[in-house]
């Protein structure tokens, strides 16, 4: 296969959607306000923009020179690079990753399936906050419910990974991004109205910088790292789909913007919700799915009818931002085994489809019936979160800044950056030495604090 024959975005918009949409996924809306609950509200914040900009942004930078050089899937891209070196482990690397994540990505979007059900058949009036926990336990270690809805889920993404590049993922990027914008202004302006919403937003605007310590830093760190989905080839992959015009610097921005706003947004929707009822929004996985809809139910109890539509957006955007994040994590591996195997587009994209129903039905029937089975102590779906984000995605991320900062040409990243010096960009200089001193510090911290090891 030939680079002529790959697949490439048709617009500057494109790009930016398609790769902001990557990025944008369950942990803006859960993850990220879980975290900031946690971490003391405003200031965590202000640091976590610290860290999208100081880390984040020039390993994002980083990912998408390695991508749009090399004209080539993640895993290619390193051979072309770095030809008979042991650099093109870390593309394999990614591609596993995104393999691996999302299988068992899928088991959690496909809860968010049947939780548009229950919102739209109304079955969350009237029911008690027992009675909620008592029903996402039920739903989740059902042995085939939340399989059928991850098998659709998979399916929707199927279908737009085959119409290719730009008919399949820009052109739904088109329309799932500015819907999910719209949803999550809609759903702010009715959090933010509610009665006693003024403590969740000066929670989220006035910073307590008593309770800082190394902690919320680290916390910030992952979280960054995390949510622009960087190390797992996903950037990499689309930047291959870039056309040598794209601003590079200025992309990498408008998507740490976008996925930034997102996250921050969600906080909006969260926190005034939840304190106007008393409750405090750091429940963990238990936040969107028990939490959440006790929580719109109390908040509108006096206008049923809004709670009804508050909960029916809620949960049509979790699965906007999750089908945006399974569509980048499909495209990894589909385009590895197009581009390596000769497969056609389609039956490399039905082999990764069927392989991840595969391992996402493991993921959930570790959750219920098979949970007595372990590994390292672990289930499937524990086993495969811990091992892709506590370990590839840090290792991934490090590699990345490492292979960019030390190994490559500079006159290469030089001319990628600048777009062989018809671009100025005047941070050149402080992208560079963040490479190669900054992120593998910071990352390295972060890898062995998500281990346990730093006390």
């Given at each position: 296969m030939t680079k002529k024959d790959r697949g490439n975005f048709g617009s500057k918009l494109g790009v930016i959607l398609a790769s902001a949409g990557s990025a944008v996924g369950l942990g803006n809306i859960w993850r990220f306000p879980y975290e900031t609950g946690n971490h003391g509200g405003a200031a965590f914040i202000l640091i976590y923009l610290g860290c999208i900009l100081l880390l984040g942004l020039p390993i994002m930078i980083a990912e998408f020179l390695i991508g749009r050089h090399s004209q080539a899937n993640t895993a290619r891209a390193y051979q072309i690079l770095a030809p008979g070196t042991q650099w093109r482990w870390v593309g394999r690397m990614g591609v596993l990753a995104g393999f691996l994540i999302l299988g068992y990505y899928s088991v959690v979007a496909g809860w968010t399936l049947e939780y548009i059900f229950e919102a739209v058949s109304n079955s969350f009036a009237g029911k008690t906050p027992a009675e909620f926990i008592s029903s996402f336990q039920s739903f989740s270690s059902n042995p085939w419910r939340p399989a059928l809805w991850?098998?659709?889920?998979?399916?929707?993404?199927?279908?737009?990974?085959?119409?290719?590049?730009?008919?399949?993922?820009?052109?739904?990027?088109?329309?799932?991004?500015?819907?999910?914008?719209?949803?999550?202004?809609?759903?702010?302006?009715?959090?933010?109205?509610?009665p006693g919403a003024s403590r969740g937003i000066e929670f989220l605007l006035k910073p307590d910088f008593s309770k800082v310590d190394g902690n919320v830093f680290l916390g910030?760190?992952?979280?960054?790292?995390?949510?622009?989905?960087?190390?797992?080839?996903?950037?990499?992959?689309?930047?291959?789909?870039?056309?040598?015009?794209?601003?590079l610097t200025r992309t990498a921005f408008s998507v740490g913007i976008i996925d930034t706003f997102v996250a921050v947004l969600a906080g909006f929707i969260i926190f005034p919700a939840a304190f106007s009822v008393g409750i405090q929004p750091d429940a963990g996985p238990s936040l969107i799915f028990i939490?959440?809809?006790?929580?719109?139910?109390?908040?509108?109890?006096?206008?049923?009818?809004?709670?009804?539509?508050?909960?029916?957006?809620?949960?049509v955007l979790l699965a906007l931002a999750a089908l945006t994040s399974t569509i980048s994590l499909h495209e990894v591996v589909t385009a590895y085994l197009h581009e390596e195997f000769n497969f056609t587009r389609g039956k490399a994209a039905r082999l990764v489809t069927?392989?991840?129903?595969?391992?996402?039905?493991?993921?959930?029937?570790?959750?219920?019936?098979?949970?007595?089975?372990?590994?390292?102590?672990?289930?499937?779906?524990?086993?495969?979160?811990?091992?892709?984000?506590?370990?590839?995605?840090?290792?991934?991320?490090?590699?990345?800044?490492?292979?960019?900062?030390?190994?490559?040409?500079?006159?290469?990243?030089?001319?990628?950056?600048?777009?062989?010096?018809?671009?100025?960009?005047?941070?050149?200089?402080?992208?560079?030495?963040?490479?190669?001193?900054?992120?593998?510090i910071a990352i390295s911290v972060i890898f062995i604090n998500e281990l346990g090891l730093l006390k």
């Open positions: 991850l098998t659709l889920f998979l399916l929707a993404t199927h279908f737009i990974i085959v119409k290719g590049v730009e008919k399949g993922i820009e052109k739904s990027s088109k329309i799932m991004m500015p819907t999910l914008f719209i949803i999550i202004l809609v759903l702010v302006g009715c959090s933010v109205t509610l910030a760190m992952g979280q960054a790292f995390f949510s622009l989905s960087l190390g797992m080839g996903c950037l990499c992959t689309y930047a291959s789909y870039f056309s040598k015009d794209t601003n939490t959440l809809p006790n929580v719109f139910q109390q908040a509108f109890s006096g206008i049923p009818v809004l709670a009804y539509i508050f909960s029916v957006m809620f949960y069927a392989g991840c129903i595969l391992l996402g039905v493991l993921c959930s029937l570790s959750l219920g019936v098979t949970k007595d089975f372990t590994i390292f102590g672990l289930g499937m779906f524990d086993l495969f979160d811990f091992v892709t984000a506590k370990l590839m995605l840090p290792l991934g991320g490090l590699l990345i800044s490492i292979f960019t900062g030390w190994y490559l040409d500079k006159k290469l990243v030089w001319s990628e950056i600048t777009n062989n010096g018809t671009l100025k960009v005047p941070i050149y200089k402080l992208i560079i030495f963040i490479l190669k001193y900054v992120a593998p």
